[in-house]
């Protein structure tokens, strides 16, 4: 049985759902950067259960359906009402005409994303992502990847339609069924996540990227919006690919490429105000996250058990106040940014 009593949980908008302060992300699950062994896959989610972590988020992309059957494992070993299990819609999977190039996954199930956000194609999708799941039911379903990054600019308008007229329709069905808790968008860009919440009925935004320790662009607009619509917000890539966690080292990611300079020299500078209050910089990026009234849960990827315990400890740490008065000063943080109440 999880251990609630580790991790503190949180209201998660108006879905009358409570989640960990941490969740655990399965895209590295997917074998993203690595093919991992199944066991120690499965063993990275039980060891989050286990340890408090109520919230599993996943998606059919993660793995071409891989990261589903690892987690759908995994949850089989507790009680389906103790986890909140959310997953996303926008793309079945095609198992008979191989996967194709450009998957960006290392390794995971052979099968061919199909981009769909049409009423038909998103029941497609969560009927697939049932069975992947081993589950009769799901708590949260988001339209994913519906941004430019994903689509480019000059396919964003047709998306965001199909999205609104297909997707959405099927998931507010869902949801006034009793189907599903709450229904949301999954996407890379604060803006997007304004669009949608102005334009439908959403309960759950998960942003990946765009409010972190390094940069904070869905502040001055999203999440006060997040807030007055009761809107309860899921944060992703809080290390912004990877740079937050291992600082300005050579060869370190941001948004999946190589780090450019100036983000190398901002990071560097926000590691030496981190050092000089003895914080290891993984750890103020995952409390700056926190921090904001709008955020219920941090979503933290995870390949191991070893990197789910890190993930949990990083929560628990005490961070001086000091620390974000110090990086405001520097103007390395916005000052409007709200910060966690430091010891």
Not at 98 to 123: K, Q
Not at 201 to 227: C, I, K, T, W
Not at 301 to 322: D, L
């Amino acid at each position: 049985m999880p251990n609630a009593s580790v991790l503190p949980r949180r209201a998660l908008g108006r879905t009358g759902l409570r989640v960990s302060a941490i969740g655990l992300g399965a895209a590295p699950l997917g074998d993203l950067y690595a093919h991992l062994d199944d066991a120690a896959a499965v063993g990275a989610v039980r060891c989050g259960l286990d340890h408090g972590i109520n919230l599993i988020d996943t998606a059919p992309l993660y793995g071409h359906g891989l990261a589903e059957h690892r987690c759908g494992t995994a949850l089989r070993a507790v009680r389906r009402d103790e986890v909140v299990v959310s997953t996303k819609v926008g793309r079945y999977m095609d198992p008979f005409h191989g996967r194709g190039d450009g998957s960006g996954y290392l390794g995971g199930m052979r099968h061919r994303a199909v981009i769909d956000y049409s009423f038909d194609g998103t029941m497609r999708a969560i009927e697939q992502s049932l069975l992947r799941l081993g589950t009769d039911r799901l708590d949260l379903l988001l339209i994913h990847d519906v941004d430019v990054w994903t689509h480019g600019e000059a396919a964003i308008e047709q998306r965001f339609g199909e999205a609104m007229t297909g997707a959405y329709v099927a998931l507010e069905r869902l949801r006034g069924e009793g189907v599903v808790a709450g229904i949301g968008i999954g996407v890379n860009e604060a803006d997007m996540c304004v669009r949608f919440a102005q334009a439908g009925d959403f309960d759950v935004m998960l942003l990946a990227g765009r409010y972190s320790l390094l940069e904070q662009p869905a502040l001055p607009e999203f999440l006060p919006l997040a807030l007055r619509k009761g809107i309860g917000v899921l944060l992703g890539g809080v290390f912004n690919s990877g740079i937050l966690a291992t600082g300005a080292v050579p060869g370190a990611k941001y948004n999946y490429r190589d780090a450019p300079p100036e983000v190398l020299a901002k990071v560097a500078r926000i590691e030496r105000v981190c050092a000089a209050h003895g914080v290891a910089l993984p750890v103020a990026a995952v409390q700056f996250a926190l921090g904001h009234p709008a955020v219920a849960s941090v979503v933290l990827g995870a390949q191991s058990a070893a990197e789910v315990e890190r993930n949990i400890a990083a929560v628990r740490r005490a961070v001086p106040a000091a620390l974000w008065r110090d990086l405001k000063a520097e103007g390395l943080l916005d000052q409007a940014a709200p910060v966690p109440e430091g010891v």
